[in-house]
Nanobody, 129 residues
Framework: QVQLVESGGGLVQAGGALRLSCAAS????????MGWFRQAPGKEREFVAA????????DYANSMVGRVTISRDNAKKTVYLQMNSLKPEDTAVYYC??????????????????????WGQGTQVTVSS
């Protein structure tokens, strides 16, 4: 089992920035890729970004390119999501997820939440206008 704990959410004004963290524990050796997703009230869960533990290859949702950066610290077993130029429409609960399957990060595989084996509880991000 792998446990994921997100942190770093909060209230920020439009144009501001936040850095979310996701700390992994447990059987992390089984994890190949980590992803961030978000879900706004009344909307479906949406892919934000994903990264592989081994080589830091990353993938981003088209709508997020240029505004977010995903990174990881293997020693701390933590994945980060730096979000800049935040907009009110970025308001959502942001979830961290871990996948054991090994696939290319550059396909669409890790954009599908169903590919992930473990999920965190989420952290709320609220962007005020």
């Amino acid at each position: 089992q792998v446990q994921l704990v997100e942190s770093g959410g909060g209230l920020v004004q439009a144009g501001g920035a936040l850095r979310l963290s996701c700390a992994a524990s447990g059987r992390t050796i089984s994890v190949y890729a980590m992803g961030w997703f978000r879900q706004a009230p009344g909307k479906e869960r949406e892919f934000v970004a994903a990264i592989t533990w081994s080589d830091s290859n990353a993938d981003y949702a088209n709508s997020m390119v240029g505004r977010v950066t995903i990174s990881r610290d293997n020693a701390k077993k933590t994945v980060y999501l730096q979000m800049n130029s935040l907009k009110p429409e970025d308001t959502a609960v942001y979830y961290c997820a871990a996948a054991s399957s090994v696939r290319s990060i550059h396909g669409n595989y890790y954009r599908d939440g169903g590919r992930y084996d473990y999920w965190g509880q989420g952290t709320q991000v609220t962007v005020s206008s």
